[in-house]
């Protein structure tokens, strides 16, 4: 039977702990308190900080052995992020902590599927909470007061989240659709492109846009990861540029892992390579004094890529390329890579998508189910956005 897993440390928050289990129960959920903490707990728990511990790869002692609380805290989070994708009767997970249970539970509410319910109350959430959701859909509440017993108004979030977790753990959202999903990539300066890819497939396809920001591109791949993609059209690989010259949107070194690992059909393009994001003027680093920027808006500026930096790329992600075993297109624009690499616009700059291009064909060994192709076109033009299309038909359905 699921249950919803009732997470904190229960050496230091177990009346709290203790009060959120009963308020599921009264719910109607059937509570199961999980420990994570690294001293003897003041509850009693279902699942013991010792069961959790031993998932650590060198085992419990290297969890809950030492005197370090950084150590342990980091340990501990590394054995629940293993230890709750194994279970299998996980209908929700609620979470509370302090910056140490935080820390811990969403290392493992990370690792959950996207969809099943996630619940973090934590003195943390109205801060920086990139760190604890990353790319994931955890929920964080604001507990408001500290985790130093209960209170009235503890009580009270406490009995929100409850209701929330309880309520989320009813059951999944009955999906009456069956089209299968295709991830795609967009930046603004590939809108026109993406769009139109997605008004050319809507009607049999469940389409699913990501902004290529570094979370999006991140978070298309972990859907695929979890198998709830069917395709991806990958048009705007812009991310890579971030990552390989130190904008403020990367990808990280998996970028196209997912590809590799689920060998889904995979259409990729060229979008936004000519392009690192940076924020206002001012944080541009100094290496790229008098270089080519273009002002996108107040707060973000756009550093052109030049042809040796295009080149790497290329190289780069031809090698990316290169690992991919199943079904893959590749296409190449030859007359500009966004709405700025266009003749008369800010970023055109034939010789830099030249070194590009070449890098791409150089380095991507061609077998048949891995082909590039270079069209005279824009990438913006209609025409490549109906060449995609086609490239992906052929691909998913042979």
């Not at 342990?72 to 009767?89: I, S």
């Not at 689920?262 to 001012?282: H, I, K, Q, R």
């Not at 010789?351 to 005279?376: G, S, Y």
């Amino acid at each position: 039977m699921k249950r919803i897993y009732v997470v904190g440390t229960a050496d230091t928050k177990g009346e709290e702990l203790a009060y959120l289990a009963a308020q599921i129960e009264a719910a109607g959920g059937r509570p199961f308190r999980v420990d994570v903490g690294t001293r003897r707990p003041t509850i009693t728990v279902d699942i013991s900080a010792e069961t959790v511990a031993a998932a650590h790869p060198d085992g419990a002692a290297a969890v809950l052995s030492g005197d370090d609380r950084g150590t342990a805290v980091a340990a501990m989070g590394e054995a629940f992020a293993r230890f709750l994708p194994e279970r299998e009767d996980v209908a929700g997970v609620v979470g509370i902590g302090g910056g140490g249970g935080t820390s811990i539970i969403t290392a493992g509410m990370r690792r959950l599927p996207l969809g099943l319910p996630k619940v973090m109350v934590s003195t943390l959430a109205s801060g920086d909470t990139a760190p604890y959701v990353d790319v994931s859909d955890i929920i964080m509440m604001p507990s408001v007061t500290d985790m130093v017993g209960l209170n009235r108004l503890s009580r009270m979030i406490l009995k929100n989240a409850a209701e929330a977790i309880t309520a989320m753990a009813k059951g999944p959202v009955k999906e009456t659709a069956s089209k299968p999903a295709l991830g795609l990539t967009m930046f603004g300066v590939t809108t026109p492109c993406v769009t139109a890819i997605v008004e050319r497939l809507k009607a049999d396809h469940d389409c699913m846009v990501f902004h290529a920001t570094g979370t999006g591109g991140r978070t298309m791949e972990k859907l695929a990861d979890s198998g709830l993609l069917s395709g991806v059209l990958d048009i705007t690989t812009t991310e890579v540029c971030d990552f390989l010259f130190g904008g403020v949107l990367p990808a990280t070194e998996d970028r196209f892992g997912a590809i590799v690992r689920t060998e889904l059909p995979y259409v990729g393009s060229v979008g936004a390579l000519d392009m690192v994001n940076f924020w206002a003027p001012e944080t541009v680093p100094e290496r790229y004094a008098g270089r080519l920027l273009y002002r996108h808006n107040p707060n973000v500026t756009l550093l052109r890529t030049s042809a040796e930096e295009c080149a790497a790329i290329g190289r780069w992600i031809g090698a990316k390329l290169n690992l991919c075993k199943g079904p893959l297109r590749f296409l190449i624009p030859e007359r500009g890579v966004s709405a700025l690499d266009i003749e008369g616009g800010a970023f055109f700059d034939p010789a830099a998508d030249a070194a590009l291009f070449e890098a791409l064909e150089t380095t991507v060994e061609r077998i048949d189910a891995r082909r590039i192709e270079r069209l005279p076109l824009h990438i913006n033009d209609p025409q490549f956005a109906e060449a995609a299309v086609a490239a992906y038909r052929d691909i998913a359905n042979s």
